[in-house]
């Protein structure tokens, strides 16, 4: 339960701020400015998705570690983890697993 909270935690801040970059960096490509603050507004706008994406990660986190112990597979052999590179992207798109209209 512990590893879980870990994990959960440093999925929430990692997801949060990769969400606040790439909307900087979508901004940005479709010319416009955005500070830093703007980035964060939007990145708090989609806490719900954040969140939900963090508890996605967490799981799939304790799987892979789980699978890791049992099987003694090292986590670069089985890296299934894909939601904290993909998942601040989906949540610009409004099509992450915790959808908004």
């Known amino acids: 339960m512990i590893l879980f909270a870990f994990y959960a935690a440093s999925y929430a801040v990692v997801i ?3 969400t606040a970059l790439i909307s900087c960096a979508n901004a940005y ?3 416009k ?3 830093v603050g703007e980035g964060l507004a ?3 706008r989609h806490l ?3 969140l939900a994406w963090e508890f996605i990660s967490a799981t ?3 799987i ?3 699978i ?3 099987a003694g597979i090292a986590r670069a052999d089985c890296n299934l983890s894909y939601q904290y590179r993909l998942g601040p992207c989906n949540l610009l798109c409004c099509s992450g697993p915790h959808t908004r209209e």
């Open 42 to 44: 939007n990145a708090s």
């Open 33 to 35: 400015d955005m500070s």
């Open 68 to 70: 890791e112990r049992r």
């Open 29 to 31: 490509l479709n010319g």
């Open 64 to 66: 892979l570690h789980i």
């Open 16 to 18: 949060f701020f990769n």
């Open 60 to 62: 799939d986190g304790i």
């Open 48 to 50: 719900p998705s954040v």
